[in-house]
Structures are given as structure tokens and as C-alpha cells.
């Protein structure tokens, strides 16, 4: 089955603990992406990767890192989490070599920052 | 940059009835789609619908159409014969596309549905 994944699905944590966000894809997707969503804000890109190795930011990367060493592969670091980091992340990834371009949503992590 | 708009935060409508939502997006890109992506409790992201920017014709997929006015900039979606698990957060979404191929998803803030029994 066609699918992205992401772990944890609900985390608690601290100001100040380092954290990793997992996502994975198993569609030999190029593209993948990081959002947060916000209540009244929408989504909101995070990072994005176009390919193994290739990374940019989006329009909200102030405070988190990503990678991208394999191409199913992509995490979303948070290394020093603030309470303003609480949020639901999504992953996603989509075909970059041809339509439609379709992004595929992992279940999404809700993330709290105390 | 691109920007989406959805002007209606929430709506309710009857069971059965047609609903249409409202979205209009600022771009100064010609080759983009658009699409509506709906939200149920279970926060999934869920695909309704795509539009190709360089398509005259409406995308139609079972109850969900859209109304695509390039011109104005504006894409609409019209539910018909709603149904309660249409219920959902309905997020309208731009990518455009480059050489490259394609680019992240510019969201609008969403309108909340509700299907009254």
C-alpha cells in the first residue's frame, strides 16, 4: 500500500529537549515536504527536499532542521523545541518527474512544547 | 509569492443540500494547479480534487466540481447532494510548477463545513 508515514503520532516534551520527527515514504517519491498547521493559519511549509541531498527552506524554517540522506527518508529535527513549536506537523512527498503532482499526507504528528 | 484566500470560515448547510466554497489565489504564475484538500476530525489530509491551470474544462470527480475562472483568479468548490461525512475542514491549496517540476503547496486557511442532519 501506497503510503507516508510519520512517528510519533502525539508527542509531550519540554522546552529545550531535542527531538526527531520521522517521516517515510514508500512510492520512490523525489519531492517531500514538511507543514505545520495551525488552527485559522492553514498549512504552512516547512522544509522541503527535491531530492536525496537537497534541501530548502520553506516559508516557516526558523527552528527546525531536516535531512534527507535516503530518498524514502526525511526528518524533521527540532533541536532546541520552544513552546511556540506546538503544532500538528505533516509530511508529505509527490512525484517531481511527472503529473499530477498529487502530495501524499502522512497521518500527521501532534506535537506539544511545554 | 503566492497567496490563497478563503473568505468564509465556516458554513453549515443542510443534508442533501448543494454547498459551494469559495477560494481565490494571487499569482503571477501561469503554470500551476490548484487543489481542495479535505480535513475530517481524523486530520488526515484528504485529495478531493485537482485542477491543471492549462485545462479550460471544470474537474469533476462524483458529487465534488469545481469552478475554475483563471481569469479571476478564483476556484470554487461545489459539493452536490452533501452528505454528513462531508463534514471536514476544506483547505484550498496552489502549486505552481517550474522546469523543475513541482513546488510546495501554498494553503488557505481553511473553511469549516458542517452537515446538518
Known amino acids: 500500500e501506497a503510503q507516508v508515514t510519520q512517528n510519533p503520532r502525539y508527542l509531550i516534551t519540554v522546552t529545550g529537549k531535542k527531538l526527531t520527527v520521522t517521516c517515510s515514504q514508500n512510492m520512490n517519491h523525489e519531492y517531500m515536504s514538511w507543514y505545520r498547521q495551525d488552527p485559522g493559519l492553514g498549512l504552512r511549509q516547512i522544509y522541503y527536499?527535491?531530492?536525496?541531498?537537497?534541501?530548502d527552506k520553506g516559508d516557516v524554517p526558523e527552528g527546525y532542521k531536516v535531512s534527507r540522506k535516503e530518498k524514502r527518508n526525511f526528518p524533521l529535527i527540532l533541536e532546541s523545541p520552544s513552546p511556540n513549536q506546538t503544532s500538528l506537523y505533516f509530511c508529505a512527498s509527490s512525484s517531481q518527474a511527472y503529473g499530477p503532482y498529487e502530495q501524499y499526507f502522512g497521518p500527521g504528528t501532534r506535537l506539544t512544547v511545554t | 509569492a503566492q497567496t490563497v484566500t478563503q473568505s468564509q470560515p465556516e458554513m453549515s448547510v443542510q443534508e442533501a443540500e448543494t454547498v459551494t466554497l469559495s477560494c481565490t489565489y494571487d499569482t503571477s504564475e501561469n503554470n500551476y494547479y490548484l487543489f481542495w484538500y479535505k480535513q475530517p476530525p481524523s486530520r488526515q489530509m484528504i485529495l478531493v480534487i485537482r485542477?491543471?491551470?492549462?485545462?479550460?474544462q471544470n474537474a469533476t470527480e462524483n458529487r465534488f466540481s469545481v469552478n475554475f475562472q483563471k481569469a479571476a483568479k478564483s476556484f470554487s468548490l461545489k459539493i452536490s447532494d452533501s452528505q454528513l461525512g462531508d463534514t471536514a475542514m476544506y483547505f484550498c491549496?496552489?502549486?505552481?510548477?517550474?522546469?523543475?517540476?513541482?513546488?510546495?503547496?501554498?494553503f488557505g486557511k481553511g473553511t469549516h463545513l458542517i452537515i446538518q442532519p
Open positions: 485542477q491543471e491551470a492549462y485545462k479550460q
Open positions: 491549496a496552489f502549486m505552481k510548477l517550474d522546469r523543475g517540476g513541482a513546488d510546495g503547496l501554498t
Open positions: 527536499s527535491m531530492n536525496v541531498e537537497v534541501t
